[in-house]
């Protein structure tokens, strides 16, 4: 792999990971004056219309994936696609414009969850040093959240129910990543997407319905519309593309540490944009936190480089 196409490689994964960042802090609070699943619905039913011209092939190779490919396309959309979703759009309308860049960064806590399921699924074993990085990780995103404070400071306990609802969002998206390795074995990772947004969109729909929320498209308004489409083109689907293409020619562990872009971008954003600051223990936290997950990463990486032969 030549330097240039390493060099491409990981600016690829910056780049969707600051758009990750900006998403999460300046797009997706933008449209907080409407129904957290309706949002979730919306955030997937466009980017879904907006793939059909150019992913309509996916459809002949769905019909030929097996039961055991349609079971994991289901819980990857159920979990990551629905549930991750509306968790973290949940967390970010309870919090406001106050200190959002902490729920992005909270999310930095599904690989522990990914791995402690994987220690279910897939067998994997948990070793002492991995629960030790995991502790360091909690441990962080309690003074993230927190400080030195006990929870639910505030007078209306929504700093407290958003954290809870990113913890939530991580361990949903961590779920994800391991219940996708069961639906790449049936797909490649453009067919993935495309199912697993349609997929998601079919469940937010169900939702709608069963909830009595409805498709109140008239409460859309035109800048919510600008939003949504910036999301489907950039931050949503627009970011995975980009980052699996960079991860093609980067090593895992280099994409690990590119990725800490997400959570500069958050905190640099919520600065900039909605001036909050993080205090001395908030910062700590995110230390610790950032790096637990790098460890966590890392030992990962090397797990899957040594031969079992």
Known sequence: MSQRSSTVGAALICLSAALWGLDGVVLTPRLSNLP???VVFLLHAVPF???????AGSYHRLRRMPARGWLALALVAATGGLLGTLAIVT?????????LSVVVLLQKLQPVFAIVLA????????????????????AGAYLLTFGLQAPATDADGNGLRAALWAVVAAAAFGSATVLGKLLLG???????????????????????????????FGQVTPTNWIIVLIISLTTGSGAIFLYYRGLTRVRASVASI???????????????????????????????????????????QEAQNTPTG
């Open 36 to 38: 957290v699943p309706f």
């Open 186 to 216: 049936s797909l490649d990772f453009k067919d993935a997407t495309f199912a697993r947004y349609g997929m998601t969109t079919v469940m937010a729909a169900i939702y709608l319905v069963v909830a009595g929320v409805g498709f109140d």
């Open 49 to 55: 219309a907006l793939m059909q011209p150019l992913l």
């Open 91 to 99: 967390a970010l309308f309870l919090v406001g414009f106050n200190q």
């Open 258 to 300: 590119c990725e800490l872009c997400l959570p500069l971008s958050a905190v640099l954003l919520d600065y900039l944009v909605n001036g909050s600051v993080l205090g001395p223990w908030q910062w700590l936290g995110a230390a610790l936190l950032i790096g637990a997950i790098l460890q966590i990463t890392a030992r990962g």
């Open 119 to 138: 220690s279910v699924l897939l067998k994997e074993r948990i070793t002492l040093r991995f629960a030790a990085v995991a502790g360091v990780a909690l």
